[in-house]
Structure formats: structure tokens, C-alpha cells
């Protein structure tokens, strides 16, 4: 854990700095709780990060649109991996999608992504009426409501949702599931400024990608012949 967190230093600093200088601004307006700071310092992170968020949820739910088609490949090529690989590659070609298109973006974001989470996790709160947010007395303690996990699986479940093609597939089924309450299950014991974080991620990232398909979700459906 200190090794990752002696990486991702710089990072975790210089949003530190952020935070604070937010949490200035949140005070002077007379909201002085670092909850608010938080929010404000998500938010930021995620709309500057929102180029990058477009090409890496547009490369996923590609891929998973190919998926039955990939799979259709895989079973009739089994005894020949060469065809098999020639196959696929056309499939992409012909698609105009790029199997790691969406790994960039996602690498770029990655180190943003851990600052933030260090630099909450072991965040000190200058005064006890700082660390004060809402129905918590302490945000470096876990939220003795469990409404922060609870949301934190909701929103975690609503975001892999918008972007899954496939329900089908008994695979991504079940970890539209799993991941959702695993989320929910170690927020339990996260300090809860941490879980804040995690939940403005989350509904910036269900409104970013709602605003991304409004197209597709506005648009009326063919009518069958």
C-alpha cells in the first residue's frame, strides 16, 4: 500500500492543494464542510477527464456489440487459431473498432483516479466541524447509516448497466452483480469522505454517459415490416 501511494504522491499532493483551496471557497460561501470541497474537487476531475471517459465507454460498449459476433468466430475456428486471429482482425477492421482503444484513456485516467483515492483515504480534516457533512459527524470515519455503501452499489450497478450491451451473457450477468456489491461491501469500513468521492464519481459518470446516448435513448424505434 505505500508503495502505490509513494507513486501516485505527486498526484495525490497537488489535489490536496486542490481540495484545500476548494474547501476555502465552499467556506467562504458558508458551506464549511470538506464534504462539499470533495464533491466540487470530483466533479472537476471528472469533466476534465470527460474526453478520455468518451472514447474509453464508446470503445467498451463496441466491443461488447462484437462480442456475440467474436464468439460466433471462435467456435467455428477452435482447431484453427490462425484463421481464428484473421477472422477477428477483419471483424474489428470492418467495424472500425480498435480492441485497445479503450486501454489508453482508461491508463491516462488510472493516476488521477488513485490520487484522489489517497489523498482522501488518509485525509486529515483540520478541525472536527471541518470533517462534518450532512448526517456524518466525521468523514474519516465510515457512515454509521450505511447510505453512502448503499449508494455507492446503486451507482456502481446503474453505471455498469448504461454501458452493457450484452445482459445476456451469463458472464457479464453476474458481474453487473458481483462488482456492485463488493463496491457496497468494502465501503462499510472506508472512511466516508472516500465513499463520497466514490458516489459523485459515479452519478458525474451515469450523467456523463446518459448525455452521451441521449441520441440513441431519444431516438424512435423502426417499427417491425
Known sequence: MEFFSTIFYPIESLLRFVLESLFAITSAAGFASY???IILLTIIVKMALYPL???????MKAMQELSPKMKKIQEKY????????????????DAG????????????????????YYSLYNFSYPTPESAYFLWMTSMSDPDPL???????????????KMTTTDSNNPQMKM???IMPLFIGWISINFPSGLVLYWVTMN??????QWWMYRGENTAPKKEAA
Open 35 to 37: 464534504g462539499w470541497a
Open 53 to 59: 471517459t468518451v472514447k474509453q465507454v464508446k470503445s
Open 78 to 93: 477452435k482447431d484453427n487459431p490462425q484463421m481464428m486471429q484473421q477472422k477477428i482482425g477483419a471483424l474489428y477492421k
Open 97 to 116: 473498432v480498435n480492441p485497445l482503444a479503450g486501454c489508453l484513456p482508461l491508463l491516462i485516467q488510472m493516476p488521477i483516479l488513485m490520487g484522489m
Open 146 to 160: 450505511y447510505i453512502l455503501p448503499v449508494l455507492s452499489a446503486l451507482t456502481t450497478f446503474l453505471q455498469q
Open 175 to 177: 458481474m453487473m452483480f
Open 203 to 208: 452519478v458525474v459518470q451515469i450523467a456523463q
